[in-house]
Protein backbone atom coordinates (compact mmCIF):
# COMPACT_ATOMS: atom_id res chain seq x y z
CA UNK A 1 0.00 0.00 0.00
CA UNK A 2 1.37 3.34 -1.00
CA UNK A 3 1.40 5.93 1.98
CA UNK A 4 -0.55 9.02 1.06
CA UNK A 5 -0.78 12.59 2.01
CA UNK A 6 -4.19 13.51 3.93
CA UNK A 7 -5.98 16.35 2.17
CA UNK A 8 -6.98 19.21 4.02
CA UNK A 9 -10.20 20.98 3.62
CA UNK A 10 -10.09 23.80 6.13
CA UNK A 11 -13.41 25.32 5.53
CA UNK A 12 -15.14 22.39 6.62
CA UNK A 13 -12.74 21.32 9.00
CA UNK A 14 -12.23 17.92 7.75
CA UNK A 15 -9.30 15.75 7.01
CA UNK A 16 -9.55 13.46 4.02
CA UNK A 17 -7.16 10.43 3.67
CA UNK A 18 -7.63 7.76 0.71
CA UNK A 19 -6.26 4.48 3.00
CA UNK A 20 -7.31 2.39 0.33
CA UNK A 21 -7.90 2.79 -3.78
CA UNK A 22 -11.13 4.30 -3.66
CA UNK A 23 -11.67 4.49 -0.08
CA UNK A 24 -11.25 7.82 1.54
CA UNK A 25 -11.94 8.47 5.20
CA UNK A 26 -12.43 11.85 6.85
CA UNK A 27 -11.49 13.38 10.44
CA UNK A 28 -12.63 15.94 11.96
CA UNK A 29 -9.56 16.82 14.47
CA UNK A 30 -8.88 13.34 15.93
CA UNK A 31 -12.63 11.81 15.27
CA UNK A 32 -13.89 10.31 12.88
CA UNK A 33 -16.52 12.18 10.44
CA UNK A 34 -17.40 9.45 7.89
CA UNK A 35 -16.59 8.16 4.64
CA UNK A 36 -16.70 7.99 0.43
CA UNK A 37 -16.23 4.53 -1.07
CA UNK A 38 -16.61 4.48 -4.67
CA UNK A 39 -18.29 1.62 -6.27
CA UNK A 40 -18.06 -0.54 -9.43
CA UNK A 41 -20.18 1.60 -11.58
CA UNK A 42 -17.48 4.93 -10.53
CA UNK A 43 -19.88 6.60 -8.77
CA UNK A 44 -19.46 7.54 -4.46
CA UNK A 45 -21.54 6.77 -1.80
CA UNK A 46 -21.22 8.86 0.91
CA UNK A 47 -21.28 7.46 4.91
CA UNK A 48 -21.44 9.62 8.12
CA UNK A 49 -19.97 8.52 10.95
CA UNK A 50 -22.35 5.84 12.23
CA UNK A 51 -21.66 4.64 8.43
CA UNK A 52 -24.95 5.26 7.75
CA UNK A 53 -25.77 6.21 3.88
CA UNK A 54 -25.96 9.86 2.89
CA UNK A 55 -26.30 9.67 -0.71
CA UNK A 56 -24.77 8.60 -4.28
CA UNK A 57 -22.41 11.14 -6.17
CA UNK A 58 -21.47 11.05 -9.49
CA UNK A 59 -17.94 13.21 -8.06
CA UNK A 60 -15.62 12.38 -5.07
CA UNK A 61 -15.68 16.13 -4.23
CA UNK A 62 -19.73 16.22 -4.29
CA UNK A 63 -19.70 13.10 -2.09
CA UNK A 64 -17.15 14.80 0.06
CA UNK A 65 -19.23 17.93 0.64
CA UNK A 66 -22.22 16.14 1.29
CA UNK A 67 -20.35 15.72 4.65
CA UNK A 68 -19.17 19.10 5.66
CA UNK A 69 -22.72 20.02 6.46
CA UNK A 70 -23.27 18.28 9.84
CA UNK A 71 -26.52 20.13 9.91
CA UNK A 72 -28.12 19.26 6.53
CA UNK A 73 -31.15 17.34 7.37
CA UNK A 74 -30.66 14.15 6.08
CA UNK A 75 -27.58 14.20 8.68
CA UNK A 76 -29.59 15.26 11.23
CA UNK A 77 -32.19 12.92 10.68
CA UNK A 78 -29.64 10.21 11.00
CA UNK A 79 -27.67 11.41 13.82
CA UNK A 80 -31.09 11.31 15.56
CA UNK A 81 -31.86 8.18 14.46
CA UNK A 82 -28.78 7.06 15.87
CA UNK A 83 -29.24 8.46 19.59
CA UNK A 84 -33.07 6.83 19.82
CA UNK A 85 -31.55 3.61 18.69
CA UNK A 86 -28.56 4.09 20.93
CA UNK A 87 -31.00 4.74 24.32
CA UNK A 88 -33.36 2.37 23.35
CA UNK A 89 -30.42 -0.13 23.53
CA UNK A 90 -29.12 1.22 26.62
CA UNK A 91 -33.01 0.80 28.47
CA UNK A 92 -33.48 -2.88 27.20
CA UNK A 93 -29.56 -3.72 28.51
CA UNK A 94 -30.95 -1.93 32.09
CA UNK A 95 -33.77 -3.70 32.13
CA UNK A 96 -32.35 -7.26 31.25
CA UNK A 97 -29.48 -6.59 33.62
CA UNK A 98 -32.67 -5.91 36.55
CA UNK A 99 -34.29 -8.85 35.93
CA UNK A 100 -31.21 -11.00 35.96
CA UNK A 101 -29.89 -9.39 39.17
CA UNK A 102 -33.61 -9.85 40.77
CA UNK A 103 -33.76 -13.46 39.77
CA UNK A 104 -30.11 -14.37 40.91
CA UNK A 105 -31.26 -13.03 44.10
CA UNK A 106 -34.34 -14.81 44.58
CA UNK A 107 -32.63 -17.93 44.03
CA UNK A 108 -29.86 -17.86 45.56
CA UNK A 109 -31.07 -18.91 48.89
CA UNK A 110 -32.03 -22.26 47.49
CA UNK A 111 -28.50 -23.15 46.15
Not at 45 to 70: K, M, N
Not at 72 to 82: C, D, G, I, K, L
Amino acid sequence: MTALLPLEAPASGLRWTEVEHGFHVAHRGDAFAGYVDTTPDGSFVSFDEFSTPIGRYETLASAQRSLRSTTSPANARARHRMQRVRRHAAVAAGGVAGVLLLTAGVLAPYL
